[in-house]
């Protein structure tokens, strides 16, 4: 293995997980500890070309050890925390909107649509609720669900912890159909949740696979490599999709851990390109450039059309960056001193950056609209943030 894989890697514990052996990810260990393992770069001082302020807060229960990510939908933001609280605000004002215990504490973030509001429960289940919370139907999975539920039409996929997808009726809870495959023994556990676009669910799979199945019965419509496992050992041999797909009108791209960045064509799932880095955290786009966050904590930018190295920011070395959230004229990523920090598009420099509680920013941050985005911390702040 290379020796900054084992920087990362070895602290990890292995866990049972669905059956199969699995190596805790850097959610769970490297993001849920208060300070990385590896020592973390100081922030350097940067001369803001813009002033990034908040402009609205609130709170929802802490993430503890599980990573929690906001959902949009319309004017809405969704919220949830593990203690089953479960809130909406209004994204332009924060102004508080429903608000309801779950019932259960929440192992996955929360999935939404203007009608139905689904998450995970620490039991595997799914619990479904309209938008002022009553319930409307559950439905018990054979596994941990990390993974926010999607919501999308009539239809609500989830997964569980071994990768296994499921899809359900909207309306009744009543599943359609399963999506299974083979297990590596060994696998990062990660809290990767799926695409769906044109009629077909993408999801990135352990051992370095990404696959598309129809939303109409789970059959698979394309199956992908993204990186094989090599090595002599079987933790040396981890090639893991861990990260939520990038998927546009033409693409849908992967990034895996030790392993490599391929951007297949949506339809058919041919590879139209690739080269070779490792990413836990995962990856965002914008028109021209896919930015990446790999496993050094570098942000870096590749021509979309290719694969073209654009830029590379490397001075955020261990601070638990997340996956990038694509903005304007700005990529935004957030650290495990619950920072946000603002980089150029255009080479990657730092162009400004906030505070907001103290506590790690886990999940990506998300677009509410084309000049304000959202960021939820550990410790359950939920920061609306305008550029300027």
């Given at each position: ?17 669905s059956g ?22 100081e ?20 993430a ?6 906001p ?18 605000f ?9 608000r ?6 929440i ?16 039991r ?5 609720f309209?938008?002022?919370?009553k319930?409307l ?8 669900v ?9 239809l ?5 912890g071994d990768?296994?997808l ?9 599943r ?8 590596p ?9 799926v ?11 352990p ?6 199945v ?23 041999r ?9 998927v ?7 990034v ?10 949506v ?11 490792s ?26 059309s ?19 959230l694509?903005?304007?004229r700005?990529?935004?990523?957030g ?35 084309i000049?304000t ?5 550990r410790?359950?702040g ?7």
């Amino acid at each position: 293995m290379k020796r900054h894989g084992w920087a990362l890697v070895a602290p990890l514990m292995l866990v049972l997980l669905s059956g199969c052996d699995t190596l805790k990810s850097t959610y769970d260990s490297w993001f849920g500890a208060s300070v990385p393992a590896a020592k973390p770069a100081e922030l350097v001082q940067i001369r803001p070309a813009v002033s990034p302020r908040i402009a609205w807060q609130s709170t929802i229960g802490a993430a503890e050890k599980t990573v929690f990510f906001p959902a949009v939908t319309g004017n809405t933001v969704w919220v949830t925390g593990t203690n089953g609280q479960v809130a909406s605000f209004s994204a332009n004002t924060g102004a508080a909107g429903a608000r309801f215990d779950s019932g259960q504490r929440i192992g996955a973030g929360v999935g939404a649509s203007a009608t139905l509001v689904a998450v995970g429960s620490a039991r595997g289940e799914i619990l479904a609720f309209d938008a002022t919370g009553k319930n409307l139907w559950k439905a018990q999975l054979p596994g941990d669900v990390l993974a926010p539920p999607v919501v999308e039409g009539d239809l609500v996929v989830a997964r569980t912890g071994d990768g296994t997808l499921y899809g359900y009726d909207a309306a009744s809870g009543k599943r359609r159909w399963v999506y299974q495959r083979a297990a590596p023994a060994l696998s990062v556990r990660s809290h990767a949740g799926v695409v769906v676009s044109r009629d077909l669910v993408i999801a990135g799979f352990p051992g370095g696979r990404l696959v598309a199945v129809s939303t109409k019965n789970g059959g698979a419509a394309w199956d992908g490599i993204v990186a094989l496992p090599k090595g002599a050992t079987e933790l040396e041999r981890v090639a893991d999709v861990t990260s939520v797909p990038v998927v546009d009108e033409a693409r849908a791209c992967a990034v895996a851990y030790q392993g490599r960045v391929v951007c297949f064509d949506v339809t058919r799932g041919t590879a139209l390109w690739g080269r070779d880095i490792s990413s836990f955290s995962g990856m965002a786009a914008d028109n021209r450039n896919l930015y990446i966050t790999d496993d050094k904590n570098a942000v870096v930018a590749l021509d979309k059309s290719n694969g073209s190295s654009v830029w590379k920011q490397d001075k955020l070395f261990g601070r638990g960056v997340s996956r990038p959230l694509a903005l304007g004229r700005y990529v935004i990523v957030g650290d495990y001193q619950g920072y946000v920090h603002l980089l150029s598009r255009e080479d990657g420099s730092f162009a400004g950056r906030i505070a907001t509680d103290g506590s790690q920013i886990a999940a990506a941050p998300v677009v509410l609209d084309i000049s304000t985005f959202l960021v939820q911390t550990r410790n359950g702040g939920v920061f609306a943030i305008a550029v300027q």
